[in-house]
């Protein structure tokens, strides 16, 4: 039998051993992650550069009546304007997280992390960007944000990629699947 399993490719494994094809499995997932983050910072920065060459200074566009405008809005703060004087924490927030999101893959061999982690990653240098290298100076950068719905803070599209990162990762420890593949049920 285990002639004809090995024949057809069915590897045999142990009860502690872990199949050949877990390495690479597991790079998949990190070129998962990579290219989720790639995705996410490239429309983020190609969004950014739109804005600022062709909507700074220049009054809203009207997308949906009066409830959904883009506008440039140059933000040093976080979320909603808050903490305009803690610019440089928010900067080092960011650092950190790509750290901590670079250190984790390593152990990723969830697709649905990866795809996460991508989107935490993406949106945090695409903010991070804007900090470093946008006035008014290194570090203290003012965050291009666009996308104004009524009544709401105006956003940009690395803010939607955090967000969606996670949320993705609050259903994802709900659901018990954890970032190297297993389940498990509290």
């Keep these: 039998m285990a002639e004809a399993e090995s024949i057809i490719g069915t590897p ?7 199949p050949e094809s877990a390495a690479p499995k597991g790079r998949r997932r990190i070129v998962a992650l990579l290219v989720v983050a790639l ?18 200074h220049e009054p809203p566009i009207r ?3 009066d409830l ?4 440039a809005i140059r933000n040093p703060g ?4 808050f903490g305009e004087a803690f610019t440089i924490i928010f900067t080092c927030i960011a650092a950190t997280v790509i750290i901590v999101i670079v250190r984790l893959a390593r152990k990723l061999y969830s697709l649905p992390w990866a795809i996460a982690l991508g989107l935490l990653l993406g949106g945090a240098l695409g903010n991070l960007t804007d900090r470093i290298f946008r006035s008014p100076g290194v570090f203290r ?9 009524a009544h709401f803070a105006v ?16 259903l994802l420890s709900f659901r018990g699947l954890d ?6 049920k509290d």
Excluded at 12 to 18: K, L, N, S
Excluded at 78 to 81: K, L, Q, S, V
Excluded at 141 to 149: L, N, Q, R, T, Y
């Design 68 to 71: 959904l405008k883009f506008e």
């Design 141 to 149: 950068g003012a965050v291009v944000d666009f996308i104004a719905p």
């Design 179 to 184: 970032p190297d593949g297993t389940v498990h």
């Design 63 to 65: 997308i949906i009546g």
């Design 39 to 56: 995705l996410a910072y490239l429309l983020d920065f190609g969004s950014k550069m739109l804005v600022v060459a062709k909507l700074e």
């Design 78 to 81: 976080a979320a909603f304007g």
């Design 12 to 18: 045999e494994v142990g009860d502690d051993a872990q």
């Design 155 to 170: 956003f940009n599209l690395a803010d939607s990629a955090i967000v969606c990162g996670g949320i993705l990762i609050v």
